[in-house]
């Protein structure tokens, strides 16, 4: 192949060892990010112009993208393609320290500005046990979706004050309050009372798929 037919291409082959285990660790960081904002591989692939098929390998390490391709999907996910390196090389059993403000930010589905989800935890391996956000709301003017996702979701309300809807139910949280639902129920912010807010999102996928 050319070297311009080389720079042109999207992707290619994992070759050596080493590159196949970057491969599979930027796969699984999109698959979990993807996952997170609750979108389809067909909804980022209409956002970012990478085909579905080459998603779905790109997602399982067959191949490794190009910053191109990387550029076009972290644009389409609202992600700096430095967090897709994060934790990159460490030991598996490892403990993980998530320094202050240095969490993955992640834009999900829905959210607009004034509003950011860190990511506190990398799960390793095929499948996510769980995830742990930092929400932040700041901005009153949101038009809020309703979220749906695999799992049970535990939030803890660490600043301000909010209601929060969960399939036909509204629950006023206060600084302190914890609310346990069903994630594949509609639910979201319903309305911002006291700003800031910040609350502890922890998704917990046992015993459910969370592609």
């Known amino acids: 192949m050319a070297k311009s037919e080389a720079a042109d291409s999207a992707v290619s082959r994992v070759q050596s060892p080493d590159a196949a285990s970057v491969g599979r660790h930027i796969?699984?960081?999109l698959r979990r990010v993807r996952g997170s904002m609750g979108l389809t591989l067909d909804a980022v692939s209409k956002r970012s112009g990478v085909s579905r098929a080459m998603l779905s390998r790109l997602e399982t390490g067959?191949?490794?993208?190009?910053?191109?391709?990387?550029?076009s999907l972290t644009g389409a996910l609202g992600v700096s393609i430095a967090s897709l390196?994060?934790?990159?090389?460490?030991?598996?059993?490892?403990?993980?320290?998530?320094?202050?403000g240095?969490?993955?930010?992640?834009?999900r589905r829905g959210t607009k500005r004034g509003h950011t989800y860190h990511l506190l935890a990398a799960d390793?391996?095929?499948?996510?046990?769980?995830e742990p956000f930092l929400v932040t709301l700041t901005d009153k003017s949101e038009v809020f979706p309703g979220f749906e996702h695999p799992?049970?979701?535990?939030?803890?309300?660490?600043?301000?004050?909010?209601?929060y809807r969960h399939g036909e139910g509204?629950?006023?949280?206060?600084?302190?309050?914890?609310?346990?639902?069903?994630?594949?129920?509609?639910?979201?912010?319903e309305k911002l009372i006291k700003l800031p807010i910040r609350m502890l999102s922890i998704i917990i996928y046992t015993g459910t798929s969370a592609e």
């Open 62 to 71: 067959d191949v490794m993208p190009s910053l191109e391709t990387l550029v």
């Open 102 to 107: 240095q969490g993955l930010e992640v834009v």
């Open 170 to 189: 509204c629950y006023l949280l206060k600084k302190g309050d914890a609310l346990t639902f069903p994630g594949d129920v509609p639910h979201g912010p």
């Open 124 to 130: 390793r391996g095929p499948r996510r046990a769980f």
């Open 27 to 29: 796969g699984e960081t």
């Open 85 to 100: 390196f994060t934790e990159l090389g460490a030991p598996a059993a490892s403990a993980q320290h998530v320094h202050a």
């Open 151 to 163: 799992g049970i979701e535990f939030i803890y309300l660490l600043d301000g004050s909010l209601t």
